[in-house]
């Protein structure tokens, strides 16, 4: 007797913020949906993100009497994107987005803290917002998820861990940026990490969620709630069709291929194409070989659900700023060959470290967006040479803040200077020699740089001049957060190459997040969210969280579109589905 091949409503190929937010909305109105990842754990990039998501216009910053006109967001877009500006997908976007959190917070066991005190990244842009715009999943205790769902779900990412436990930008972080120096920091910081030895010698693992971890715990909690599959170690492998409407998943299963029929549709939300080299070869640049780049997403992002989409007449759009969400990143040998990924966010903008080319001097405002950072490095570095910077620090600084994966006091540190990763000099003219910087420039740089920044001010690149630098830096330093100057050696520096979170370059979709054919006319039963879809910010990074914000909602505008009776033939716009409050 032949296998009887299941089916489903909705097949979702990959279990990030995109496909689990799908999942989740299509479970909920009615369908029987399962989520195939390719990968042994669930939760992609999300799960090594920060966890943030711009969410303008959301029902939390209403709450706390946060009132904005949408035409004010949509003139920061509009500045922000230029002529990338898509009318119709913002439109579609600033519409759902404030109902996609009030459908998961009212509806789901994804509850949300508002970011009301986070700006966005360009404040000198007209429309910029000063708070009230971005969201963040709660922390979430691990043990409110099934055992079986838990042991898939995918750990923090270890670069960005303390002792395997997440830390949460805000008071959590600063707790443990201050526990040497505040009795109240020291009990928060004693407490979290009591408690996180017992839960790894309970559970193996931590169960004190937040940032990403919490965001897709939360939303794996959910979806074992609604009877949503979830299977890893699943990778797909074609789509079916038939005719013209893509109707299933064939999947390679521990027994072999195994075809998954869907009635309404497949939604590819696996993860975009940071580590496909070939693709990184033909659309980054500076990348000759495709190798000139070190991604933060897990490896099993490498391109397939591009490839999907293509396979049925999907076209990516390349015609981006850039194809890929810059992060700037250190190189961790952590032994064994093992070279891990840091992402530098929170250092930049402290003050008492500056950024620095092989020439020696400075070439952007380092407490600006971590985009901003390797855009400016990528144009300041002369072709043919290696793209990198240095960032250049005293010793009071790294045993105030720490520097890339060297913790602050009272954690020990000297042990990454015997594994090259942090270079060290009793003066600057030694650190250069050890970092192959030139002298003269590095010495010259710092000179200049410390005449103002005694004063705090920066006045070539304006360090500390808008509301989102102010927020990098460190409050209780004056008169500017995000300055000091860098006069007592010795010196420490690490060096910073191209990485990202992700790949802006994606499938074009239409507002309903449909895949679109080379004539703009969507694929039937195909749909596209996360990074799998062209980023609707044109490749650019107007506000922290502009990846995971539109891809919960376009996730949610799937699920929710999926869910239509007819809704391949549907033309009706995102602004008519029924409120969330009555779905």
Not at 245 to 268: F, N, W, Y
């Amino acid at each position: 007797m032949a296998k009887r091949e299941p089916r489903y409503d909705l097949v979702v190929v990959g279990s990030g913020a995109a496909g689990l937010a799908a999942a989740v909305t299509a479970a909920y109105h009615g369908l029987k949906v399962v989520v195939v990842e390719k990968a042994d754990t669930l939760g992609g990039a999300t799960a090594w993100s920060g966890g943030w998501m711009w969410a303008p216009l959301n029902p939390l910053a209403r709450t706390a009497g946060i009132e904005e006109d949408p035409e004010t967001v949509r003139t920061y877009l509009r500045h922000e994107l230029g002529e990338r500006y898509d009318a119709t997908k913002i439109d579609a976007f600033l519409d759902a987005t404030p109902r996609m959190v009030a459908f998961f917070h009212q509806k789901t066991a994804l509850q949300f803290a508002d970011g009301n005190a986070i700006a966005d990244i360009h404040g000198d842009t007209p429309g910029a917002g000063t708070g009230g715009r971005s969201v963040i999943a709660a922390p979430f205790d691990g043990r409110k998820i099934a055992p079986g769902t838990l042991k898939k779900l995918r750990r923090t990412m270890p670069e960005t861990a303390f002792l395997g436990m997440p830390i949460q930008a805000g008071p959590d972080l600063s707790a443990f940026l201050t526990c040497t120096r505040s009795l109240k920091s020291f009990i928060h910081v004693a407490k979290r990490v009591s408690r996180h030895l017992v839960d790894l010698a309970r559970y193996g693992r931590t169960m004190q969620l937040v940032n990403g971890v919490a965001l897709t715990g939360r939303l794996a909690k959910s979806a074992d709630d609604l009877g949503v599959e979830l299977r890893v170690a699943a990778p797909a492998k074609r789509l079916i069709k038939d005719g013209e409407r893509v109707t299933g998943v064939v999947i390679e299963g521990p027994e072999g291929e195994e075809t998954l029929h869907a009635r309404r549709g497949v939604v590819l939300a696996a993860g975009g194409f940071p580590w496909d080299v070939s693709r990184r070869r033909e659309l980054f640049p500076r990348a000759p070989t495709g190798q000139e780049h070190w991604p933060l997403p897990p490896s099993t992002a490498s391109g397939d659900g591009l490839r999907l989409g293509e396979s049925v007449g999907g076209v990516i759009d390349t015609g981006l700023y850039s194809p890929v969400a810059w992060a700037p990143v250190s190189l961790v040998p952590w032994g064994n060959d093992r070279i891990g990924h840091f992402p530098h966010i929170i250092d930049r903008g402290k003050p008492g470290l500056i950024g620095v080319l092989k020439s020696g001097r400075r070439f952007v405002n380092e407490a600006h967006g971590y985009y901003d950072y390797v855009d400016a490095m990528i144009k300041a570095v002369p072709e043919g040479e290696e793209v990198c910077s240095w960032l250049i620090c005293t010793h009071r600084f790294q045993r105030r803040y720490g520097l890339g994966i060297t913790r602050p006091a009272p954690v020990p540190f000297r042990h990454w200077i015997r594994k090259g990763y942090l270079k060290r000099g009793r003066t600057l003219a030694e650190l250069a020699q050890a970092c192959g910087i030139d002298p003269n420039g590095l010495e010259g740089t710092v000179a200049k740089y410390n005449r103002h920044a005694a004063r705090g001010e920066d006045p070539e690149f304006g360090r500390g001049s808008t509301l989102y630098n102010l927020k990098q830096g460190d409050p209780a330093h004056g008169p500017n957060p995000c300055v000091a100057p860098l006069e007592q050696g010795p010196f420490y520096a690490v060096k910073v190459v191209p990485g990202c979170f992700g790949t802006f370059a994606g499938l074009k979709t239409n507002a309903h997040a449909q895949v679109v054919d080379a004539q703009g006319e969507p694929i039937a039963g195909l749909y596209a969210a996360g990074t799998d879809m062209a980023s609707i910010m044109g490749g650019h990074y107007p506000a922290g969280g502009i990846n995971l914000g539109p891809a919960m909602t376009f996730g949610y505008i799937a699920g929710r579109h999926a869910s239509e009776p007819g809704a391949e033939q549907d033309t009706t716009h995102p602004t008519d589905f029924p409120k969330y409050a009555n779905a």
